[in-house]
Every structure is written in C-alpha cells, then in structure tokens.
C-alpha cells in the first residue's frame, strides 16, 4: 500500500503537465529574441582574427532590424556605405531558415544572392544554419565550391545585450558582434527596398 501512495503524486503530477502550446514552434523562443529588437539598429564590431576580414574592420558595420512583420524577419547589414546586405530569418516549406539577400545599388539581385541554409542546431539564444543544397549549388556554379561547407549562425541574447552573427567552415572563422545595449540612429535604407 506504501508503494502506491508514493505512485499517486506522480500520476497526478503526470496529468496536470500543461501540454506544450500547438500554436509554439520550436523557433519561437529564438524568434522572440529576435523580435525584441525590432525596429532597432546596432553598431557591431568583428571579434574574430581572420586576415580575410581586415577590409571590413576599417568600416563601419551596423545593422538595423527592420522588419518582423509576418512570419519573416528582415536584418539589414551596412558595412561602411555598402548597402547590399540582407539577413532574412524565414519558414521554408515548414522548415526554418536563413537567407543572405544581396542587392546592388540601383537594387538589382547579385548574381551570389539568397544564399543561405535550414535550421540545423536551435537553441532559445542560438540557431546555426548549415548550407542547404540550393546554396552548395549556387557556390557550385559561381566557382566558390569551398563556401559549401559553411554554417551561419546568429545569436540573440537580450539579457546579455547581445546580437551576434557568424560564419564558420574548415579554416575560416567568422564573427561580428552588435552591442544591444546602444542603440544608434537607424542606418538609411538598404539597396532594394
């Protein structure tokens, strides 16, 4: 009889679980984390070593969330005047992914445009995006095979003041991170909006 009673708080315990929501994702800890700074733009700095990156530590690099309308999240990426570059967060065919629009300036699309990968490692503050086979078929014909290998990957951490975005591939390291915490003036449109 002692055996039961022990039982019977665990079979309560069992049925009064609230059941996950059906209308959550398992994206929407991250997204919302994203969400929190929408309509905000940050100044980011390179953390990473890489020489490949000297160019881009000379310039000014922001970006700007500026659209989490839907079911899409839009992050602009200036680097100095460079205008071109923008993330998009976004369900594909039920699955969760990244994309890198690049524009030129009269907003045309690059010939190397909306590249990108589907949701690999997912954490509340973390998702890692390795290359889909669009992507490694895109690098294929642009004659950048060694870029199938890379995995995206952003980072949003509120309570850290923290938004970072990253690529990684077999001796490449690369990683900016924006201070959450200053906000800075909205950077001007990006090309192709």
Same mark, same amino acid.
């Given at each position: 009889?002692?055996?039961?009673?022990?039982?019977?708080?665990?079979?309560?315990?069992? /049925? &009064?679980?609230?059941?996950?929501? @059906?209308?959550?994702?398992?994206?929407?800890?991250?997204?919302?984390?994203? #969400?929190?700074? /929408?309509?905000?733009?940050?100044?980011?700095?390179?953390?990473?070593?890489?020489?490949? %990156?000297?160019?881009?530590?000379?310039?000014? *690099?922001?970006?700007?969330? +500026?659209? /989490?309308?839907?079911?899409?999240?839009? *992050? @602009?990426?200036?680097?100095?005047?460079?205008?071109? +570059? &923008?993330? *998009?967060? +976004?369900?594909? %065919?039920?699955?969760? @992914?990244?994309?890198? %629009?690049? #524009?030129?300036?009269?907003?045309?699309? %690059?010939?190397?445009?909306?590249?990108?990968?589907?949701?690999?490692?997912?954490?509340? &503050?973390?998702?890692?995006?390795?290359?889909?086979?669009?992507?490694?078929?895109?690098?294929?014909?642009?004659?950048?095979?060694?870029?199938?290998?890379?995995?995206?990957?952003?980072? =949003?951490?509120?309570?850290?003041?923290?938004?970072?975005?990253?690529?990684? #591939?077999?001796? +490449?390291?690369?990683? *900016?991170?924006?201070?959450? =915490?200053?906000?800075?003036?909205?950077?001007? &449109?990006?090309?192709?909006?």
């Amino acid at each position: 009889m002692k055996h039961a009673l022990l039982f019977i708080p665990f079979v309560i315990l069992a /049925c &009064t679980a609230a059941p996950p929501k @059906a209308s959550e994702k398992p994206t929407q800890g991250f997204t919302d984390n994203v #969400r929190t700074f /929408c309509g905000q733009a940050f100044a980011g700095t390179i953390v990473t070593t890489d020489a490949a %990156d000297d160019e881009w530590r000379k310039e000014d *690099i922001k970006m700007h969330v +500026r659209d /989490c309308s839907g079911e899409e999240i839009k *992050i @602009a990426l200036h680097v100095g005047e460079n205008r071109s +570059r &923008t993330w *998009i967060l +976004r369900e594909e %065919d039920g699955v969760f @992914a990244l994309r890198h %629009d690049h #524009r030129h300036e009269d907003g045309s699309p %690059d010939t190397l445009t909306f590249y990108g990968g589907h949701l690999g490692e997912l954490t509340e &503050t973390r998702a890692e995006f390795p290359a889909d086979q669009s992507t490694k078929d895109l690098f294929d014909r642009e004659g950048i095979p060694v870029s199938k290998a890379n995995t995206w990957a952003m980072e =949003a951490r509120p309570a850290d003041n923290l938004f970072a975005y990253e690529m990684r #591939r077999p001796n +490449r390291d690369f990683r *900016i991170e924006f201070d959450t =915490a200053n906000p800075i003036p909205a950077p001007p &449109t990006p090309w192709g909006w």
